[in-house]
């Protein structure tokens, strides 16, 4: 499977600036935060997927349906048994606490598809450049891009290696998930051997062209602030002000809630 989750296309949401979709990103992990009752949670959730359908991003939740689905009923089970209520549904499940895991578990399914159009829709170096304009030192820039760069990496290492040892006549398939990682502990090991000699060449290239020896330095890329920029952040900025004054009023609870 490509490691690579950024989708080279020409949508609105593509051709926004770096800061704005960084912004954008903030805006909507507080707000899908602020409500209990998941009737209040569903319209900003409804919202991040039609800003995913007009990205045409949210293909690449197919990577991730299984863990969505493990979490999704994880979620509803373990939130609806740790929280309780006034009104039972049966047993000792009350319709608060069921209510309260249908939200939570739409907050976090909503989050994850929130980083999934996120990361769908900026380049490695836009989400860079977009901190460093907002006041991040160069340096923590390219340390956090180095590092991103990184997992695909490891991942494909750990690809490459797999399948070399498949070749040898290792099983990594058969058995419990126990017995799968075990078995995938031993290839560990040429990973991070790889990774450290990876590490100290790519430390030599970096002195050789003179890395830090300027305080200050260029971009290839220069994302600039346009109007739809503007529109964007404007829109956004009501839209969290708007939210932020009914949460005030105390809208969007469920009375009788009891949490654990």
Known sequence: MDSEIYMDLDTVIHRLDPRTKIFMLAVFFVLILYFQNPLWVLPISLVIVLLGVISRSLVNLKRIAYIMVILTISGMVMWTLFS???TTLFWIIKLEAVEYAASRTLVMLSLITTGIIFLSTTRNEEFIIGMI??????RVGF???TALRLVPTLVASVSII???QRSRGLDLDSGNIIQRVRKFVPL?????ISTIRSTNIFGMALESKGFGARP????YLDPRMQTRDYITIAILVALFAAVTVIKIQGYGNIPGLVRF
């Not at 200050?216 to 971009?219: I, K, L, Q, Y």
């Open 216 to 219: 200050d330095r260029t971009f």
């Open 162 to 164: 797999g399948q070399a």
């Open 133 to 138: 304009k907002f006041g991040l030192p160069y």
């Open 84 to 86: 309780s209520g006034k």
């Open 188 to 192: 560990l090991i040429p990973v991070f």
């Open 143 to 145: 340390a956090i891009s």
